[in-house]
């Protein structure tokens, strides 16, 4: 694994398709990194309304209830605000939409760091799961949106020309990967707080206590790799172009 200089970002932009995602995949390491002075925000791509088994669930109140959830979970753990696109969930696509909308976002808050998925995790063997459609479509379209089209201002050029959205380079992508990582972050002193972020989610995790206990289990195995108690798990590229 290739020995990383240590990460201290200083303004960080999780993206992600749905509630709930960010805390499975980053939580702690946004708590850590706050706790040490930086601005994190998140951007959640869809609405959020269509992962029950509910039947009887409005799927508008759904999106309401998923989005105070994820505020809920931010406040925990220190984000400075939730952006919230209003994309289709279950039908997201690397649309020049959906990246223009990324976009946007990356030339506001203008991070140092940007955290997604892995947009090569398609599916699990080992796990037995497929990676959600919406997951692959956002990794991907972030990546897109991180190098060039943030970067270049003839990119989506009303955002300058209207907006008055300056291009940015964004210095550093991380990009979970529970399986092939290069990078993991320490959140020894942190897995309790992204453990009750994670909580605030009551709408979509309902059996709290035995997902507590398997995400536990996942950031102990992670950990071991780097010899710490409990790690998130990246994909790290510090970009130089
Ligand atoms: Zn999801």
């Known amino acids: 694994m290739k020995d990383f ?5 200083k303004i960080i932009l999780g993206v992600a398709a749905h509630p709930d995602d960010l805390e499975f995949s980053i939580a702690g390491s946004i708590a850590k990194w706050t706790a040490a002075g930086a601005k994190a925000y998140y951007l959640i791509l869809t609405d959020g309304s269509k992962g029950t088994e509910d039947r009887s669930a409005d799927p508008k109140k759904m999106t309401i209830i998923r989005r105070q ?12 605000d939730v952006f919230f696109e209003n994309f289709e969930d279950g039908t997201l696509e690397n649309s020049l939409d959906l990246k223009k909308a990324i976009c946007r976002i990356i030339r506001k808050v203008k991070p140092d760091t940007v955290l997604c998925m892995d947009p090569t995790f398609i599916y699990s063997a080992e796990r037995g799961m497929i990676n959600h459609t919406d997951h692959r479509a956002g990794a991907m379209a972030t990546m897109d949106s991180v190098y060039p089209l943030s970067r270049d201002h003839l990119s989506f050029p009303e955002l300058l020309n209207d907006e008055h959205l300056e291009p940015h380079k964004v210095k550093t992508l991380l990009m979970t990967n529970f399986e092939n990582h290069n990078y993991g972050e320490d959140i020894t002193e942190y897995v309790d707080i992204k453990l009750k972020a994670l909580a605030a989610h009551v709408s979509q995790i309902p059996d709290i206590e ?4 398997m995400v ?3 950031m102990a195995n992670i950990g071991s790799k780097y010899d710490y108690k409990y790690a998130e798990a990246f994909v790290r590229l510090d970009l130089s172009l």
């Open 5 to 9: 200089p240590i990460l201290k970002p």
């Open 210 to 213: 035995q997902r507590s206990d």
């Open 69 to 80: 959830e994820q505020r809920d979970a931010g406040k925990l753990i220190g984000l400075s």
């Open 216 to 218: 536990r289990q996942w």
